[in-house]
């Protein structure tokens, strides 16, 4: 009993406490004990949903993408006033799914002239629709990128100018080698070409845009 004889709430027994179907030496009643395991319960089958549905959300955030730099060709083979296309390995190891097309074409100061861009001795542009990842073909006669599925165009430095895409085409790294044009990662670009790291068909990237959708974390090279 505590000191001062009021031992209905200091002591740790319940019939001390006078609890209603309290039994001697019991700390605790039959019916918390209940109450105590619903929540318990509850709370591992609130998880089981919770966590793997969390982790399907975070994952691509965590993504650890590998890169790989792929030749394109001399770099002689290309021009500054129009784009080869170049068929290029992005994931080795997966046979043709792990191939794409690039539009690639040389550095030319009188279209580069943001500063993204100035440093960039090749531009490398995806062919893959910034809308639904459908692909685009380059016209040269229009200078415009164009996608047959939902009707996206993009000027010569991949920007939209038509059609539903939220943002423009995607880009690559690209360096020289020994004479080579090498392709490396690929990047994603808002409308002022700011580079940012790959995000998926339909995700815009001006405004707050940038901020709902997650980036990946990659192992650029």
């Known amino acids: 009993?505590?000191?001062?004889?009021?031992?209905?709430?200091?002591?740790?027994?319940?019939?001390?406490?006078?609890?209603?179907?309290?039994?001697?030496?019991?700390?605790?009643?039959?019916?918390?004990?209940?109450t105590a395991t619903a929540h318990t319960a509850g709370a591992i089958a609130a998880a089981s949903f919770t966590i793997p549905a969390l982790g399907f959300a975070l994952a691509p955030v965590f993504e650890r993408v590998p890169h790989h730099?792929?030749?394109?060709?001399?770099?002689?083979?290309?021009?500054?006033?129009n784009y080869i296309p170049v068929t290029i390995t992005t994931n080795p190891g997966l046979g043709e799914v792990g191939k794409q097309l690039v539009y690639v074409r040389k550095h030319n100061p009188q279209l580069d002239t943001d500063p993204y861009d100035r440093n960039r001795p090749f531009i490398a542009i995806s062919n893959r629709c910034a809308h639904a990842g459908c692909p685009v073909r380059w016209v040269e006669a229009a200078e415009r990128f164009i996608c047959p599925c939902h009707g996206g165009v993009y000027d010569i430095l991949g920007r939209r100018v038509g059609g539903p895409p939220p943002r423009p085409l995607d880009r690559f790294y690209t360096r020289v080698r020994n004479g080579l044009v090498e392709i490396g990662p690929r990047y994603s670009v808002n409308s002022e070409l700011r580079p940012f790291s790959p995000r998926g068909p339909g995700e815009p990237l001006d405004g707050i845009g940038q901020y709902l959708y997650p980036a990946q974390f990659d192992e650029r090279k």
């Open 1 to 34: 009993m505590a000191p001062n004889g009021n031992n209905r709430y200091r002591s740790k027994y319940t019939l001390d406490r006078e609890m209603p179907g309290a039994f001697p030496g019991e700390t605790i009643t039959r019916r918390r004990f209940m």
């Open 69 to 81: 730099w792929s030749i394109a060709g001399p770099t002689d083979m290309f021009v500054d006033n």
